[in-house]
């Protein structure tokens, strides 16, 4: 079995779906965790004690540890500091705290962007930039954030949230680098799981075989101690789980100091988005191998 006894994790968003299975597996499991959840409505507004409250009782009854907090992640820093005042250590942080304002974008007005931005990135950087100078401290530390497919792959109505969702695995990646010398490991989840905001698209009955609690297991493997895999981003529903990563094609390399360099580039389109060929850059010093070779080995 694995256990985080002695671990505190912070969980965002933890009073319902998906952050609250995270939050009850990671107690049953021995992890002293933050329950934090502003209690917004599915839109973003509002706040309501109570859904974070009654995880903390939740976990309390089955003999786990927790406490609430009810701040929202715009306010990143508190969250840490109040972690810090009332279990003193912070090891593990699920960024998962988030709303849909799904909209065209010719409709989207500027606060349609800008309240997803301060929750979805703003919040979790705030979190993350807190709670990193413990971790590096204690040579320990596990992220994950919560990315969507709509940000992976585009969705209709969903210019603000895919944007944010894919800018935090970009978090998440850079992350990974700076972290890895303290033993501090990031990765990313898109995660699929009924709740009510994939109940505003999908019905409860094509929803059941998604349940929250099938997700928390990757979740939890991810912050374990002895799981070493970070930069990472996984697809995982239902219990289906898998990775992703970047794909490069062969590419063409082309003389485009000339008159006619429009026309190469479209001629070569076949060459350039030929994916029979291809390679699978894990970091930037793969990505760069082809500007490298170019510059002569330099
Ligand atoms: P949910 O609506 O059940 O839970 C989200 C929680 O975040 C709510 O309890 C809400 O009160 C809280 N929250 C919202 N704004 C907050 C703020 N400023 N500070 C603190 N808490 C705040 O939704 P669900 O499905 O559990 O979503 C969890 C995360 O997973 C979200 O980031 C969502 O975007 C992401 N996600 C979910 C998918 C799914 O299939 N359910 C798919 C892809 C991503």
């Not at 965790?33 to 109570?50: E, F, Y």
């Not at 998962?96 to 010719?106: K, P, S, T």
């Not at 969507?148 to 992350?175: D, E, R």
Request: charged content about 20%; hydrophobic content about 45%.
């Amino acid at each position: 079995m694995l256990h985080f006894d002695g671990k505190v994790a912070l969980i965002t968003g933890a009073g319902r779906g998906l952050g609250r299975a995270h939050a009850l597996l990671l107690a049953s499991r021995g992890a002293r965790v933050v329950v934090n959840d502003l209690g917004t409505s599915g839109a973003g507004t509002g706040a309501d004690a109570s859904p974070a409250q009654s995880v903390v009782d939740e976990i309390r009854a089955a003999g786990g540890e927790a406490v609430v907090n009810g701040d929202s992640v715009v306010d990143g820093g508190r969250i840490v500091e109040a972690a810090l005042d009332h279990f003193g250590r912070i090891d593990l942080v699920v960024n998962n705290a988030g709303f849909l304002r799904d909209v065209a974008f010719h409709k989207m007005t500027a606060a349609d962007w800008d309240d997803l931005y301060q929750v979805h990135l703003l919040g979790a950087f705030r979190i993350v930039h807190a709670a990193w100078p413990r971790m590096r401290e204690q040579g320990y530390g596990r992220v994950v954030n919560t990315s969507s497919a709509a940000g992976i792959y585009g969705n209709f109505g969903q210019v603000n949230y895919g944007s944010f969702k894919l800018a935090l695995h970009g978090m998440t990646q850079p992350l990974a680098v700076e972290g890895k010398a303290k033993n501090i490991h990031v990765n990313t989840i898109a995660p699929a799981a009924d709740s009510r905001l994939t109940r505003t698209v999908m019905t409860a009955e094509q929803l059941a075989p998604m349940r929250a609690e099938l997700v928390s297991p990757l979740v939890a493997w991810l912050c374990h101690e002895t799981c070493t895999e970070t930069g990472g981003l996984f697809e995982v529903g239902g219990g289906f789980i898998a990775k992703l990563r970047w794909e490069r094609s062969g590419g063409a390399y082309l003389d485009l100091t000339g008159g006619n360099a429009v026309e190469q580039v479209a001629e070569a389109w076949g060459t350039i988005t030929d994916f029979s060929k291809c390679d699978h850059p894990a970091g930037f010093g793969e990505a760069m191998a082809p500007f490298v070779k170019l510059m002569g080995g330099a």
